[in-house]
């Protein structure tokens, strides 16, 4: 019975690390963002405290429903050298796209900004512009074997550059 108990004590110990191993993420450039220990209702979600500025392109899809506007789709594409200062695991490429959490809010800080407007169906429309971004509460995780990226918009501003029109992903 003794060496059952061992067995097993000794299987549970080998085991664990395998299971629990933490994921190691890294950034191509010094990263102001820092990864927080992981909290019960995380899930396999990483997060990160801290903001960064990034610059890049964006794609929103809203609709005008009841009197008031109802964003569907909020991404930010950061361009190379921001996407260098993105967490991301190590055995993988930095974040192309990055989905923001505060759609409402960040909508409002990007409609000004929009360059490139395109009508969908549905009475939806899909707009696209660049800008310089600074982002918080970033974070990753993986659903349907897609790893994704999240973060709040803090700031938007005009960045002048040519934007190109961007196709809409609908989720998994």
């Known amino acids: 019975m003794r060496s059952i108990v061992a067995w097993l004590v000794i299987g549970a110990c080998v085991a664990a690390p395998c299971g629990f191993a933490a994921e190691r993420f890294t950034s191509d450039k010094p990263t102001p963002l820092k990864r927080l220990k992981p909290g019960k209702d995380d899930g396999n ?57 505060n759609r409402d809010q960040a909508g409002a800080m990007l409609r000004d900004l929009v360059t490139l407007e395109t009508p969908l169906r549905r009475g939806e429309t899909s707009a696209a512009g660049a800008a310089s971004v600074t982002i918080r509460n970033y974070r990753t995780g993986v659903v349907c074997d897609h790893r994704w990226y999240l973060a709040e918009l803090v700031s938007a501003a005009r960045q002048d550059i040519v934007v190109s029109a961007r196709e809409v992903h609908p989720g998994c």
Do not use: C, I
């Not at 392109?57 to 009197?67: A, D, H, P, S, T």
């Not at 008031?68 to 190590?90: C, E, I, K, N």
């Open 45 to 101: 979600a990483v997060r990160f405290s801290g903001s960064v500025q990034l610059a890049g392109q964006f794609l929103m899809v809203w609709k005008r429903e009841n009197g008031g506007t109802v964003y569907r789709q909020m991404t930010f594409y950061p361009d190379p050298g921001s996407a260098a200062l993105l967490p991301h695991p190590a055995d993988e490429k930095p974040a192309a796209e990055l989905e923001l959490a």
